[in-house]
């Protein structure tokens, strides 16, 4: 399995891959555990790329914090059935289409997804999608991979990714306990999860200084 080396390395492959694809849209997804930094890594691939190009996260397709209640989930907020998969399957076929498609994001400061937010443009050439769960092998998860063009593993060293991880919860609202301990029993279990899915990635993606 090749490395990706940071952002630079994600643009040059990225490249090879519009280069082989002479029309037509690209589809990348970045796929690894909570904390690794996906968004992030997306989020400057895409400002790196010198085409046009569009993020679509799948953390936007939060089940909204009523209905997790509603549904006795709110406790595992981020396991694989909180989430509206087949929304996010279909707003992806649409997006693989050639549509201006407007997309959700998921807003940190109320911890819900607010719909509508951003344009995934008719024109971008490259889209990339990032989230925990893309190469998970169960369904409905699974029929993501076939959305994709190739698939990356993030990696980042746990106790790093720990770290960022509890910060976060912290920042947001949570007690420095409250955020321990939604790592420790919630954050980790789906880490373990998602770690499994590894060996399906093209490639594994890494942060570089």
Known sequence: MSVIAGVAGACE??????????????????AGPPGAGKSTFAEQLVQALNVDAALLPMDAFHLS????????????????????????????????????????????SIEEPVAASVLVPASARVIITEGNYLLHDAAPWAHVRSRL???????????ERRRRLVARHHRYGKTLTQAEAWVAEVDEANADVIARSRARAEAIAQWVD
């Open 65 to 108: 914090n009523r209905e997790l209640e509603r549904l006795g989930r709110s406790a595992r907020k981020g396991a694989m059935d909180t989430f509206d998969v087949a929304g996010y399957l279909a707003t992806l076929d649409r997006a693989r289409g050639g549509d201006d498609v407007y997309v959700p994001l998921f807003e940190r």
């Open 13 to 30: 492959r990225v490249v090879r891959l519009l280069d082989v694809r002479a029309s037509g849209r690209v589809v990348v997804g970045i």
């Open 149 to 159: 063009d190739e698939a990356w593993y993030l990696e980042l060293g746990d106790a």
